[in-house]
């Protein structure tokens, strides 16, 4: 299965910044997905990025706070803009893994807003 | 709609004892498909198992099985003979056939004291 690099693992930011968070696969895919997983709760997509195409959200997620980035077929970033303490939650990427291996994940961004 | 309940938030089970973490899924596909991930306190997602509808044997992997019955839309899985490093939170999830989109359960947190 695919391996990922996601970084920042973790970070403290100030409300009203952004932060930019990027993802590494060691191989090409077509599709790469952004979840969040807000404190004590589960995983909910954020969106799904294909290469050489604008990012297709989720209901409740707009490209204005969540701009994503797409270069090539083994990168990603995913900024969450003028953040609020609402957004403190860990952020993952994930990419296919083939049939018999589901989704790879990332081993995700903890992301403070204080 | 599609729907994953993981109605234990919490278990507490003492080193060596055997522990169930329930999942109910509610689906009206024929194909789908259902997975187990496991997140340690680093934060990063664990894939363990994926399941397609139509295989409803059980499967073993050393100390891990899953008990999957379409009967009762339950996919179970079992520890056998815990130890402090299963303590992590597990999710359940499903995925429609030929779609990548994810309906995660809430999740059960468990703790293997020693």
């Known amino acids: 299965s695919a391996v990922i690099s996601q970084k920042p693992s973790r970070d403290i930011c100030q409300r009203g910044t952004s932060l930019t968070i990027q993802c590494q696969v060691d191989s090409q895919v077509t599709m790469m997905f952004w979840y969040r997983q807000q404190p004590g709760q589960s995983l909910t997509l954020i969106a799904t990025?294909?290469?050489?195409?604008?990012?297709?959200?989720e209901s409740g997620f707009v490209i204005d706070k969540f701009p994503i980035s797409r270069p090539n077929l083994t990168f990603s970033t995913l900024t969450v803009s003028n953040m609020s303490p609402e957004d403190s939650s860990i952020y993952l990427c994930s990419v296919e893994g083939g049939r018999v291996y589901g989704y790879t994940f990332g081993s995700g961004t903890r992301l403070t807003v204080v | 709609a599609q729907k994953v309940t993981q109605a234990q938030t919490e278990i507490s089970v003492v080193e060596k004892e055997d522990v169930t973490l329930d999942c109910v899924y509610e689906t009206r596909d024929t194909t789908y498909y259902l997975f187990w991930y496991k997140q340690p306190p680093s934060g990063e997602l664990v894939f363990l198992i994926r399941r397609n509808s139509f295989d409803e044997q059980n499967e073993i992997s050393g100390r891990y099985s899953w008990n999957f019955q379409k009967s009762t839309s339950s996919f179970n899985f079992t520890i056998t003979a815990s130890q402090v490093v299963d303590s992590a939170v597990y999710f359940c999830?499903?995925?429609?056939?030929?779609?990548?989109?994810?309906?995660f359960g809430t999740g059960t947190r468990l703790k293997v004291l020693a």
């Open positions: 999830a499903l995925s429609r056939s030929g779609t990548y989109k994810y309906i």
């Open positions: 990025a294909n290469q050489g195409s604008e990012a297709t959200y």
